[in-house]
């Protein structure tokens, strides 16, 4: 699978990460790369095979749905980048 | 006394501690002594050694009072600055958790602490644990401590490098790692000491910057094999925080270390013979099952058939799990923010400064591999191999005890080399990456020095919590082994 520079370009777009125009054809080679390398893949008839998300076997557990923790605001906001009040401030998103 | 302090094995430290011979503060002061003096390695993010004297101290008041916590109390240790640390910077060596102070504590580290341990820093690492050479990290390569006699400086493997190296070059006898698909065992085997990945579940990941859920774990990185299952006992147990916590009792590890494994089946899985695997790997790999035989092992040969698929594997279910886990990562609530006009412009600023070459590369696989239209081909199809990875382990576990093979199909390499081909990089984890797969608790024990004087280090993997098991093999390698070969910077030649 080879990916060129504007299907990368679509890819971060996703991932929100800003990848610099002069980047996009190397990573794109770099990306089809390993992608072309995880292709050895299709080698394996996996028709009729379960797929596993995780090892641990065991059914996730129950709580009670009661409140444990909270009342800290100044904890939560402590890392804030940017912080106005008792919020996270972020650009504006409402025109 | 007849060892410097920070010579001491863990359990050493502890017999001396318990008999009075040495108190914590002066064991502490003597680690914090060597990790300035080898700040060269980089080993370290961030040294916290006031705070490491006031628990030392603490440390020295319980055992006075005769309320000592155990093996653990007063012993010094660093801890892979992946896991959280109350009050102190946590920076997964990523430039996006600039200035990031948790306001809680990992699991792990509270358990430690509450045995006793006394953190003196934060080591190095790859940045979000990616990477198998200690080179990517934001804040600089590791050195290793060994050197060949070229003198070039060497990587320490990774993820888990600067705990590696700190622990062999006698900063301290132990620190904590994460193994994600051999982070704990390839620096180990690089570094010449032992690296051990427990069960997945046996230690919380709650407070572990997340790379790869399914996969990570934490884990202990010593000098001996009695240290490691010291270590574990403090760190491992049950969590509710940590929904994949397995509800499973701790043992006394070191207790289960009987120094008898007759009887035990050794499995020798023949897929594991590589094509360019350097000739002294392959002797030493020999040398590692003669030494199981004489001591009343047997040995059988066993297939994994779908080894060569596991490195593939892992680079599909790795990479959708960090691009997933990654997405926290906003400019919003913590750490690095870069300004922009939207706030859709503000995420993509803020994490295309502050991801390195390598999280990028595998975020953006990650989202391609999990996007609509490949996730089928992609994602769906390595989770069908992880099932058949984990089958082939499961039959094989029904003919033997534990399976041995090499750690790394190298020794550490020269810091600069492999890292213009990710593929190349990937590599170092061939052999450790499949027992990640399949959740299984394996270790490498140092075993021998190559030509260039390097250390190398054998690889046993266990049956599903029979860490036990697994102790008990690695300490039967480690009597065999007799490794007592010094890192260059330590040996002072």
């Not at chain 2, 690492?125 to 050479?133: P, Q």
């Given at each position: 699978m080879a990916l060129d520079a504007a299907t990368v370009k679509r890819i971060a777009f996703?991932?929100?990460?800003?990848?610099?125009?002069?980047?996009?054809?190397?990573?794109?080679?770099?990306?089809?790369?390993?992608?072309?390398?995880?292709?050895?893949?299709?080698?394996?008839?996996?028709?009729?095979?379960?797929?596993?998300?995780s090892v641990n076997a065991t059914i996730l557990s129950m709580r009670t749905d009661v409140i444990t923790d909270g009342d800290d605001l100044d904890r939560v906001l402590a890392n804030a980048p940017e912080r106005e009040g008792s919020f996270f401030a972020v650009p504006k998103v409402i025109e | 006394m007849s060892s410097a302090p920070a010579d001491l094995t863990i359990a050493q430290a502890a017999s001396a501690l318990a008999a009075g011979d040495l108190s914590s503060v002066e064991l502490t002061k003597a680690s914090i002594a060597a990790m300035t003096a080898a700040r060269n390695l980089n080993a370290f993010i961030t040294e916290t050694p006031e705070l490491a004297l006031e628990r030392a101290a603490e440390s020295d008041v319980r055992r006075g009072h005769g309320e000592s916590a155990g093996p653990m109390d007063g012993i010094p240790i660093a801890v892979k600055d992946l896991f959280c640390t109350e009050g102190v910077l946590t920076t997964a060596a990523s430039h996006i958790l600039d200035g990031f102070v948790p306001p809680y504590e990992s699991t792990v580290t509270a358990n430690l602490r509450?045995?006793?341990?006394?953190?003196?820093?934060?080591?190095?690492?790859?940045?979000?644990?990616?990477?198998?050479?200690?080179?990517?990290?934001y804040y600089g390569p590791v050195k290793n401590p060994w050197r060949a006699a070229d003198g070039k400086d060497r990587v320490p493997g990774g993820s888990s490098g600067g705990s590696a190296a700190a622990v062999s070059a006698r900063i301290c006898a132990g620190a904590t790692g994460t193994d994600t698909g051999g982070s704990i065992r390839q620096p180990g085997a690089f570094c010449g000491i032992v690296g051990m990945k427990p069960t997945y579940g046996r230690c919380s990941r709650w407070g572990v910057v997340a790379f790869s859920s399914s996969l990570d774990q934490p884990g202990p990185m010593a000098r001996t094999v009695k240290d490691s299952a010291i270590m574990l006992t403090a760190m491992a147990g049950h969590d509710p925080k940590d929904s994949t916590s397995a509800r499973v009792d701790t043992p006394d590890f070191a207790a289960a270390m009987t120094g008898d494994i007759r009887g035990l089946k050794v499995g020798v899985p023949a897929e594991y013979r590589i094509d360019g695997t350097p000739a002294e790997i392959d002797a030493m790999w020999h040398q590692g099952e003669k030494w199981l035989?004489?001591?009343?092992?047997?040995?059988?040969?066993?297939?994994?058939?779908?080894?060569?698929?596991?490195?593939?594997?892992?680079?599909?279910?790795?990479?959708?799990?960090?691009?997933?886990?990654?997405?926290?990562?906003?400019g919003v609530r913590y750490g690095l923010r870069m300004p922009g006009a939207s706030l859709d412009e503000m995420y993509?600023?803020?994490r295309g400064a502050g991801f390195g070459s390598e999280v990028r590369r595998r975020v953006l696989i990650g989202t391609y591999v999990l996007s609509a239209g490949y996730y089928d081909?992609?994602?769906v199809k390595a989770q069908k191999l992880r099932t058949l990875i984990a089958q082939d382990f499961k039959m094989a576990f029904k003919q033997v005890d534990v399976i041995l093979t090499p750690t790394a199909p190298s020794s550490a390499f020269v810091i600069g080399e492999r890292l213009d081909?990710?593929?190349?990089?990937?590599?170092?984890?061939?052999?450790?990456?499949?027992?990640?797969?399949?959740?299984?608790?394996?270790?490498?024990?140092?075993?021998?020095?190559?030509?260039?004087?390097?250390?190398?280090?054998?690889?046993?993997?266990a049956r599903p919590f029979d860490?036990?098991?697994?102790?008990?093999?690695?300490?039967?390698?480690?009597?065999?082994?007799?490794?007592t070969a010094r890192p260059v910077l330590v040996s002072g030649l």
């Open positions: 996703l991932a929100r990460v800003r990848v610099p125009e002069e980047d996009l054809k190397g990573l794109a080679g770099e990306l089809s790369n390993i992608l072309g390398w995880v292709e050895q893949l299709s080698e394996v008839d996996t028709d009729g095979v379960e797929p596993m998300s | 509450s045995a006793g341990a006394v953190m003196i820093g934060k080591t190095n690492l790859d940045e979000f644990a990616m990477g198998s050479a200690n080179v990517t990290s035989r004489d001591a009343g092992a047997e040995c059988v040969p066993i297939s994994l058939p779908h080894t060569k698929y596991a490195l593939p594997t892992y680079y599909i279910v790795a990479p959708a799990e960090a691009s997933s886990n990654l997405a926290r990562y906003d993509a600023n803020t081909a992609y994602y081909d990710p593929i190349a990089m990937y590599l170092n984890d061939v052999f450790t990456v499949p027992a990640s797969i399949a959740g299984l608790p394996g270790i490498s024990v140092p075993a021998a020095l190559d030509q260039s004087g390097l250390p190398l280090g054998l690889h046993l993997i860490e036990a098991t697994l102790f008990r093999a690695a300490h039967a390698l480690e009597q065999a082994a007799n490794f």
